[in-house]
């Protein structure tokens, strides 16, 4: 046995079972009534997510993409062939508790180096995540082993094994000619397209899932949708057909959590009705429970709720936004919406 597989060996060892974290206390429901929930979506939308839904459930499971190609996971993408990673640390990071240790973890791992060379912009969770995919060979394994290392209340997937590059195709991308299609690669680019999205897909066309997702999919109570960047976090859940298969056939409950102001580029002057039809488009048969938006970002509630109802749902406004500066949502006022939209469109009763 080599060096690197005897490393392998103990670091599986601290991993534990396949289904989980040997002692990590993120990892266990904090009752037999909490809800299984699982979160889809990407960089800030879904850390929005996962920072108000660890303070709900003890049984949480974020499924990230991976289409990230720029800054420093594009750099760790391009010269390793792994994941990107940003987007696992991201979420990684929004499952650390609010004590210390946490805090501590948290700011670590978003840490950025600064430099003339090489390290210049590589963040320090991205480095670490990669270095146990290395030892590991193993995806999952890794990224539970660094939830355990941080305390995360919660499990981290990756939608899929493989990395991917999301296209999109553009009305107008270039403005001399606002009416002619083209097509965008690169998620980076994507989230910062001028021009009109209209459509967008995967490559490779059908990507495998990772297993542990679709289980995940499969055995929760809840399931939740967003919010973040459109075309290029949320919908791209949709184009991996063992997800989607997974979505619509799970007995959960859908929340498709819509973003509080359209994102320059990418959705610049869309209605929140015009989220729910463009996600529509690209996943027809898919159906939800509840959609949530805060109270303020819904001029017409009415067609709002029209669009919802073509999804099979009921809109539910709440108010989830800070109150000064950008546009974000504010954890504490997040996590009292979802726990009342569980509690009041649940199967289950009361918990904790």
């Known amino acids: 046995m080599t060096a690197k597989q005897r ?57 990230v993409t991976v289409a990230d190609d720029g800054g420093s996971s594009g750099r760790l993408r391009d010269e390793l062939g792994v994941l990107p990673p940003g987007d696992l640390r991201k979420a990684l990071a929004a499952l650390c508790g609010d004590d210390e240790w946490g805090r501590t973890w948290a700011e670590v791992v978003q840490h950025r180096f600064e430099s003339k060379g090489d390290l210049h912009e590589h963040a320090v969770g991205n480095l670490l995540i990669v270095a146990l995919w290395e030892q590991l060979g193993d995806h999952v394994q890794a990224l539970d082993l660094v939830g355990k290392l941080l305390g995360a209340h919660g499990r981290v997937l990756p939608m899929s094994a493989v990395p991917l590059e999301l296209r999109a195709r553009v009305r107008g991308h270039d403005p001399a000619r606002p009416q002619e299609l083209s097509t965008v690669r690169g998620q980076a680019t994507v989230a910062l397209t001028p021009g009109e999205v209209q459509e967008v897909h995967l490559e490779p066309h059908d990507p495998p899932a990772v297993p542990e997702a679709v289980r995940a999919l499969l055995d929760a109570d809840w399931v939740v949708l967003g919010p973040g960047s459109w075309f290029s976090s949320v919908i791209p859940h949709l184009l991996v057909p063992e997800i989607l298969e997974a979505l619509t056939e799970t007995k959960a409950r859908k929340v ?23 996600l529509a488009r690209h996943a027809p048969k898919l159906a939800f429970d509840v959609v949530l938006a805060d109270q303020d970002a819904v001029p017409d509630q009415d067609s709002l709720s029209e669009a919802a109802g073509r999804l099979g749902g009921a809109v539910e406004l709440a108010p989830v936004a800070v109150h000064e500066g950008a546009p974000r949502h504010d954890p504490e006022l997040l996590a009292a919406a979802y726990d009342r939209i569980f509690r009041m469109h649940g199967r289950i009763g009361p918990w904790r």
């Open 256 to 278: 498709l959590s819509l973003n509080l102001a359209p994102q320059p580029g990418e959705t610049d002057g869309f209605s929140p009705q015009r989220h729910l039809e463009v």
């Open 7 to 63: 490393r392998a060996v103990r670091l599986r060892r601290l991993v534990g079972p396949r289904g989980g974290l040997r002692g990590s206390s993120g990892l266990r429901a904090s009752s037999g009534k909490a809800p299984k929930v699982v979160a889809l979506g990407g960089g800030m939308g879904l850390s929005a997510s996962l920072t108000a839904l660890r303070r709900i459930t003890g049984d949480l499971t974020a499924v």
